[in-house]
């Protein structure tokens, strides 16, 4: 992406929207004239559903107010402060029949299907003529804009995009490096070595307390799919569909990979290398088995655990609990956790009766300012600006009342998960050095796999792969924590439950999937 030409376009933008308004109406101008960001000359107020990470919209949050000002829109969100289900509060809506102007929705493939059922209207000539900055951010940005357009063709929504090219991965492995140390051992760079630390880490007693208490591998998630994909990761197999070669996607729990990995994972469960509790415990696990000095080995998001050794250190002493790269298993390096170019988005219904206004809304947010307010949260306050740079404040970093970066930002209403365009430099500034520094270290040595681009289906698509992938989940799921438990022997199941797979449709959604994979590879 480049920044310059974005600004430049905005300031072209600027100067623009300053003249036309210096024709129509002076008075106005000297009160909005310094923003050059106002849509509307009267107040306007549109409703929207939206609910992000349990959260109902409100509209009256700084930053949204602070659009406010310099929009002259006004969202009112229509969930009320109870609702904290985005789906089912979703799909109540959907079944009363009143729709507000906007839906924003954490599942592309719904809001598309309310495009194809005319519920939502296609965006794409709204965009061509009154969002300049949404326009140029696709066109200088060609991939993220094939995630915008439906299977047939439409634009139905704006998606909420990730800063991909800044920050491409999500999770990393993180080890007790004083246990290596203690243990003369090094940094494991193959799967045999971490095989043989695992070991040491159950057998020698590494945090030094007599008893045999070492979890040498352990993850937390409250989805066994977050487990299992974790688990699978280490073998380089992977819990979802994902293209494997040219022909697409191939749905990855049916694949010989898949099957080594578990016969492996099985092995070292049996050995006492993988948390007995692996499948039931929740998120707070990690607290739990680092804070005690149990735990020896994960795979989670760098934002979160790069910070452990500032929390630990004084704690536990020696606490060192850092990153390495991904080891090397079959040829392999590289790890499937990359961040995906988006997640959700928004959408104008058939019922909002103001669609130029509400799109020129949704182009305020790529605005180099409105892109600032989303990501920094409102200037003075969140953030200053230093050398044109936002920096966060003190009440962001160094909170006083000692909320977590990323909370207070929410609290502001910034990072709402609406259809914005994440800045990576937010996250670089708030996470621990260490964890960006991590983060910096995969990406620079290439062992980030990209993602499987989200696919687009048509309505029909959709029901029928929906439908069949629920089931081979399902199946996928039970069988795959009876192996790794040593309830049952993958060996010995594998032709019964590839039959199990088959017979539940594996075909028609590989089919499905490829033919999707084919349309949007040629978009
Ligand atoms: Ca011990």
Redesign the pocket.
């Known amino acids: 992406m480049n920044l310059k030409k974005f600004l430049a376009g905005f300031i072209i933008l600027f100067s623009f929207a300053g003249c036309s308004f210096k024709e129509s109406d002076s008075k106005k101008l000297s009160v909005k004239k310094a923003e050059g960001t106002v849509i509307s000359e009267n107040p306007q107020e549109f409703t929207i559903f939206a609910i992000h990470l349990g959260k109902a919209f409100n509209g009256e949050l700084p930053v949204f107010n602070k659009a406010f000002e310099m929009t002259n829109i006004k969202l009112k969100g229509i969930a009320s402060k109870n609702q904290s289900d985005e789906v089912l509060a979703f799909n109540l809506m959907m079944a009363a029949g009143e729709l507000p102007d906007i839906i924003a929705y954490e599942l592309p493939e719904e809001l598309e299907k309310l495009g194809a059922e005319g519920k939502v209207i296609p965006l794409e000539e709204l965009v061509n003529k009154y969002a300049p900055n949404i326009k140029k951010f696709w066109e200088e940005n060609p991939g993220y804009k094939k995630d915008a357009v439906a299977a047939d063709g439409h634009i139905y929504m704006i998606p909420n995009y990730n800063d991909y090219d800044s920050i491409s991965t999500s999770q990393g492995y993180y080890i007790r490096k004083d246990w290596l140390k203690r243990l003369g051992l090094k940094d494991p760079k193959t799967l045999e070595e971490l095989y043989v630390v695992l070991k040491a880490f159950r057998e020698k007693?590494?945090?030094?307390?007599?008893?045999?208490?070492?979890i040498p591998l352990f993850l937390r998630g409250n989805t066994s799919k977050k487990i299992i994909s974790s688990l699978a990761d280490i073998f380089k197999a992977e819990y979802s569909w994902y293209s494997k070669d040219e022909k697409g996607p191939v749905f990855g729990p049916a694949e010989p990979e898949y099957k080594d990995a578990i016969r492996e994972l099985a092995k070292w469960y049996r050995e006492g290398l993988i948390d007995s509790e692996v499948f039931t415990r929740d998120v707070s696990s990690r607290d739990y088995i680092l804070n005690n000095n149990?735990g020896g080995f994960t795979c989670d998001w760098f934002s979160s655990t790069g910070n452990y050794n500032s929390r630990l250190g004084n704690a536990i002493p020696g606490f060192d609990f850092s990153v390495i790269l991904p080891v090397e298993y079959k040829g392999k390096r590289t790890t499937s956790f990359a961040r995906e170019n988006y997640l959700g988005g928004w959408s104008i219904t058939k019922a909002a009766k103001n669609p130029v206004e509400i799109i020129k809304y949704f182009d305020f947010w790529y605005t180099e300012e409105g892109r600032r307010l989303w990501n920094f949260g409102v200037e003075g306050d969140t953030y200053v600006m230093e050398n044109g740079k936002p920096k966060f404040t003190d009440k962001v970093l160094k909170n006083p009342d000692g909320i977590i970066p990323l909370m207070v930002l929410r609290g502001e209403g910034a990072q709402y998960r609406l259809g914005m365009f994440q800045d990576g430099e937010n996250e670089r500034q708030w996470a621990d050095p260490e964890a960006v520094s991590a983060m910096d270290l995969y990406i620079k040595s290439g062992v980030v796999k990209s993602h499987m681009p989200i696919l687009k289906y048509t309505k029909e698509e959709t029901a029928e792969l929906s439908k069949i992938d629920s089931q081979l989940y399902s199946i996928a799921e039970e069988m795959t924590q009876k192996w790794i438990l040593g309830v049952s022997d993958v060996d010995k199941d594998w032709k019964n439950y590839m039959r199990r797979l088959r017979s539940v449709g594996l075909k028609r959604a590989e089919e499905i999937q490829r033919q999707a994979y084919k349309r949007f590879m040629e978009k």
Do not use: A, H, R, T
């Open positions: 007693d590494p945090n030094g307390n007599g008893v045999k208490d070492e149990l």
